[in-house]
């Protein structure tokens, strides 16, 4: 709802409705510490919204993307077609300084290209499975026991020579619980209005983290190579047969010993794989898993394109989202939503031949899954872009539509979010929420000082089935959800790119 003073903020509304000249007088004369009267320019937000939501082409660019393209592994051939296809949709629709640029030096790009795998005893069945990223391929199609390793990877030393030529499980199997409790699709408007409280931010930073993690996974693989283990087994952690899944880091480093073959089977199937052999039934399971590492360039892009501000064209006004996903299906929750909403934005400001004040510069990312890198590196490689970045807007939660966006710790961004945002209401966008969103690619932005902000988006088929998964698929995208987000993006960027002043910085 309105905060009270905000009877004083709303915008002119010169086109959809007659203003009371009560309200018409509230409007004008700002006294000085007051909030300051965006200009919102309803006659092009008509327009968007006409554009956005009568002629998207949102389902197309969500069908190339997820159905021939697939998935977009940073480093894979994939992210580089996908690469190549969003230049040339950018470029097909007239913005200029379309790029596909490098960002850095990412390591071995990865793809797997074959997987069979069974298992034999104690009764034949399929073992639908995935490679876990950057592991190796197994010699051919091996047979070999499945072999119980309690207490995780760091005890595998304690079974010496026994595990030798297994294909081990190093987890402990886990619950599938009934699904008897309701997942909220729709946000309820009381939770969309409640206090946050905010955890506290990360301790310490990305790059530091990943050194981290990366150390712990090249140790563990130490480990597993040195039992001389066949392969690793491991669990999807959720339920009804959804693979889910992530990669080994470690190896993205070209000097790093290729890790011992690991796939990622039904949570069901692992457990009753446990069950049987900790009762003591022996398991036999014939794996084929081939995988590829690519090495001819070591280097991952970022996809860029501008439409050409008027009188204020060096200063920017950015929108963006990654562009790379995770290899367990095509990408299409996370992130081609935020992908083909932030091309389609594009595509309508286009379209419409508006003209904004500012630069406005689209950045499809990649390296996002494995550690922001493509945002990150970006500002890092760009160090005078930052004074002349307005603001940065970000969308990667899901396909939700969009009902607000956080404020990240900025009081001078709620005025004007609500004023710019508050003409969405009908479509759902509800609030200026104050509290920050981390883990993508706005926080790249906020940490170099330039203010970054990610939407907020309704959590229908999101985590709960598709994040990081199998499914997630073009079947599993709200077609009309990602339209609504298209046009509050595109008018967002529009207001934000021809305000008089630029964004206010924390
Ligand atoms: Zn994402």
Do not use: C
Not at 11 to 39: H, K, N, T
Not at 186 to 208: E, H, K, N, Y
């Amino acid at each position: 709802m309105p905060r009270s003073s905000a009877i004083r903020v709303r915008p002119r509304l010169r086109v959809l409705f007659a203003i009371p000249l009560v309200a018409a007088l509230a409007l004008s004369a700002p006294v000085s510490g007051q909030i300051a009267q965006e200009r919102v320019d309803l006659d092009a937000i008509s327009r968007i919204r006409q554009e956005g939501l009568e002629h998207s082409q949102i389902p197309e660019l969500a069908r190339h993307l997820t159905d021939v393209i697939g998935p977009r592994l940073t480093g894979s051939p994939g992210m580089k077609e996908a690469n190549e296809w969003t230049a040339a949709m950018l470029r097909s629709w007239g913005l200029t300084d379309v790029t596909i640029e490098p960002w850095g030096r990412f390591g071995r790009g990865w793809e797997n290209v074959a997987y069979e795998g069974r298992i034999l005893t104690p009764y034949s069945q399929v073992m639908p499975g995935q490679a876990s990223g950057w592991t190796g391929s197994t010699k051919g199609t091996i047979t070999a026991p499945a072999f119980v390793v309690e207490g995780g990877v760091d005890s595998i030393a304690r079974y010496g020579i026994t595990a030798r030529g297994a294909l081990v499980l190093v987890a402990p199997p886990r619950a599938t619980p009934a699904e008897f409790k309701e997942y909220e699709r729709r946000t309820p408007l009381d939770s969309l209005f409640a206090p946050v409280r905010q955890r506290p931010g990360m301790q310490i930073g990305w790059d530091t983290l990943l050194v981290k993690i990366q150390k712990q996974q090249a140790h563990g693989d130490s480990l597993l190579r040195a039992a001389g283990v066949a392969g690793v087994i491991a669990g999807s952690g959720t339920a009804y047969g959804t693979i889910r899944g992530g990669g080994d880091w470690s190896a993205t480093n070209p000097d790093a010993p290729i890790p011992v073959p690991t796939v990622i089977i039904q949570q069901e199937q692992y457990n009753q794989i446990y069950r049987n052999v900790t009762s003591g039934v022996p398991v036999a399971i014939q794996l084929n898993v081939q995988n590829k590492f690519l090495t001819s360039d070591l280097n991952a892009y970022n996809t860029l394109g501008d439409i050409r501000g008027t009188d204020k064209a060096d200063e920017y006004v950015m929108i963006g989202a990654h562009l790379d996903s995770w290899h367990y299906a095509n990408g299409a929750t996370d992130n081609g939503a935020g992908t083909i909403v932030m091309m389609e934005a594009m595509r309508i400001l286009k379209t419409l031949d508006l003209h904004p004040r500012r630069t406005i510069r689209i950045a499809l990312w990649s390296g996002e899954e494995e550690g922001i890198y493509g945002s990150r590196n970006w500002i890092r490689k760009h160090p005078e872009m930052a004074p002349k970045i307005s603001a940065y807007l970000n969308l990667d939660n899901g396909t939700g539509k969009v009902r607000g966006i956080w404020d990240q710790s900025n009081e001078k961004a709620v005025p004007i979010f609500e004023q710019i945002l508050w003409p969405f209401r009908d479509l759902g966008v509800m609030t200026v929420r104050r509290g920050n969103t981390g883990s993508t690619d706005h926080v790249s932005f906020d940490d170099a000082g330039i203010p970054g902000f990610n939407f907020i988006q309704d959590p229908i088929e999101y985590s709960l089935r598709t994040h990081h998964s199998s499914n997630d698929v073009y079947d599993h995208l709200m077609l009309d959800d990602l339209k609504q987000a298209a046009v509050v993006v595109a008018a967002t960027a529009y207001e934000l790119a021809n305000r008089d002043e630029m964004f206010p910085r924390k």
